[in-house]
Nanobody
Framework: VQLQASGGGLVQPGGSLRLSCAAS????????MGWFRQAPGKEREFVAA????????NYADSVKGRFTISRDNAKNTLYLQMNSLKPEDTAVYSC?????????????????WGQGTLVTVSS
């Protein structure tokens, strides 16, 4: 499975962005998928995850109510809608996938990773 994240950029505080993660190589319709981020000088942290059907989700407390994870299995694509962005959301965002029916929140539980896309929240 190859994952390609896109959609990052520079946005003002309070603004919105939508990240995409396109999967190729095989269908990921039976894979749980997630987003992680790494801010400068910090360790990578969990952001959100979604089950293979899209019916179950999990979010880090820091993004609950602001970010929404979703997927379109017909397009083999994962999304992260980010609203009310804050400067502390600035990071490189990476997508990941694992062939499980649960929705892991730990980095080590994911098998496939895409390269990151940079999100910068600044005025």
């Amino acid at each position: 499975v190859q994952l390609q994240a896109s959609g990052g950029g520079l946005v003002q505080p309070g603004g919105s962005l939508r990240l995409s993660c396109a999967a190729s190589g095989r269908t990921v319709s039976s894979y749980a998928m997630g987003w992680f981020r790494q801010a400068p000088g910090k360790e990578r942290e969990f952001v959100a995850a979604v089950s293979w059907r899209g019916s179950s989700t999990n979010y880090a407390d820091s993004v609950k109510g602001r970010f929404t994870i979703s997927r379109d299995n017909a397009k083999n694509t994962l999304y992260l809608q980010m609203n009310s962005l804050k400067p502390e959301d600035t990071a490189v965002y990476s997508c990941a996938a694992v062939g499980r029916f649960t929705i892991p929140t730990r980095e080590k539980d994911y098998d496939y990773w895409g390269q990151g896309t940079l999100v910068t929240v600044s005025s």
